[in-house]
């Protein structure tokens, strides 16, 4: 029998690795350009946590993986974003569950005025049972989570008419509110003439006095600047809006194991940077809100929240038996 040679011995060899797939291009080694799309001023602590997450990908990646950031609604608002990325046409972007309420109403939970006590305990429910139920959810509607700990902060009351120390001082004041199903009863169920109106027309509406006031955190009162146009801060602390991190469920698939290993990884290095750089924010809005000339007031919470008890009785079916369970158990909530 022919002996090969030295050299075809080496061409079999390298073709035998080359067919076992040895040597083969990494997926990391390839490099990957995403987009992250938000809705938020880049000194609001969502827009950081988001530019944090940014700029760790592309070390832990080595530079191979990097996200360029359009903030400010530049991509659309909560909802145009949150159908692009159900579509494929954006991979990164903060999600808030009022958004996706709209597609599986068992969203709506979030939307409960008075079911937090605190941030904290919101972020380990979503981290634990309530994130077991939910996170599926959201897969089916089209987004991948990565986090959930990217909170807005507690929503309160502004308006250039009266202080809010009790339910009967909203009568007659027309606040804008966020257009979802659960939060217009809640808010009737207040005695609140609301007010649905897109985000970036309410600073002018309040400027024109088409509407009263309107209902925000305390780090976007501050960022867009509503003291210019707003006396009153009442902090009614009626909700609570959570979300995180969310990618495009459809592009997700596409993505090599490594590299979605490497941007799961990151979310969860993220986190704790996250909460810190949110309770920092919140603390300092505050205190900027007082500076500026806002007339800052607490409220009876009981008087509020006995209001929306029949609220909680209503939705309940809505939101499911294994929904309200967990919310009963980490927030003592009454359904």
Same mark, same amino acid.
């Given at each position: ?102 597609d599986n109403r068992k969203l709506s939970f979030d939307d409960l005025p008075y079911l937090w006590p605190d941030v904290d305990t919101a972020i380990r429910a979503l981290n634990g049972d309530l994130g077991k139920i939910v996170t599926p959810i959201m897969y089916q509607l089209g987004l991948k989570m990565l986090n959930y700990t990217e909170p807005l902060g507690f929503r309160h009351f502004t308006n250039n008419v009266r202080p809010i ?22 808010? +009737? ?6 007010? #649905?109106?897109?985000?970036? @027309? $309410?600073?002018?509406?309040? &400027?024109?006095? !088409? ?97 929306? +008890? ?6 309940? #079916?809505?939101?499911?038996? @294994? $929904?309200?369970?967990?919310? &009963?158990?980490? !927030?003592?909530?009454?359904?």
């Amino acid at each position: 029998m022919k002996k090969l040679s030295g050299l075809s011995v080496l061409v079999l060899a390298g073709m035998f690795l080359c067919l076992m797939g040895i040597g083969a291009k990494p997926a990391l080694a390839q490099e990957y350009t995403f987009r992250a799309g938000h809705t938020f001023d880049l000194s609001n602590p969502t827009a950081k946590a988001i530019a944090h997450y940014a700029e760790l990908v592309e070390k832990e990646s080595k530079g191979r993986i990097k996200i360029t950031i359009h903030p400010a609604g530049s991509l659309g608002d909560f909802a145009e974003l949150y159908d692009q990325q159900k579509m494929g046409a954006l991979e990164l972007s903060y999600f808030g569950f009022p958004t996706g309420s709209r597609d599986n109403r068992k969203l709506s939970f979030d939307d409960l005025p008075y079911l937090w006590p605190d941030v904290d305990t919101a972020i380990r429910a979503l981290n634990g049972d309530l994130g077991k139920i939910v996170t599926p959810i959201m897969y089916q509607l089209g987004l991948k989570m990565l986090n959930y700990t990217e909170p807005l902060g507690f929503r309160h009351f502004t308006n250039n008419v009266r202080p809010i120390y009790k339910p009967a001082d909203l009568k007659g004041l027309k606040i804008r509110i966020y257009p979802s199903e659960l939060r217009l009863e809640a808010f +009737k169920a207040m005695g609140i003439s609301a007010t #649905p109106m897109p985000f970036g @027309e $309410i600073y002018t509406a309040m &400027k024109l006095k !088409t509407i009263d006031g309107q209902e925000n955190p305390l780090s976007i009162i501050n960022s867009q600047k509503f003291y210019e146009v707003q006396k009153y801060l009442s902090l009614t602390r009626h909700l609570l809006t959570n979300g995180g991190l969310a990618f495009s469920r459809p592009l997700w698939e596409k993505l090599p194991k490594d590299v979605q290993d490497l941007l799961q990884k990151c979310a969860t290095m993220s986190e704790e940077y996250d909460i810190r750089v949110f309770k920092e924010s919140e603390a300092q809005a505050l205190g900027q809100l007082k500076e500026k000339g806002m007339q800052v007031n607490e409220v009876n919470f009981a008087e509020f929240k006995n209001l929306v +008890k029949p609220v909680y009785k209503k939705w309940a #079916p809505v939101l499911g038996p @294994e $929904i309200v369970e967990v919310l &009963k158990k980490v !927030t003592g909530s009454e359904f």
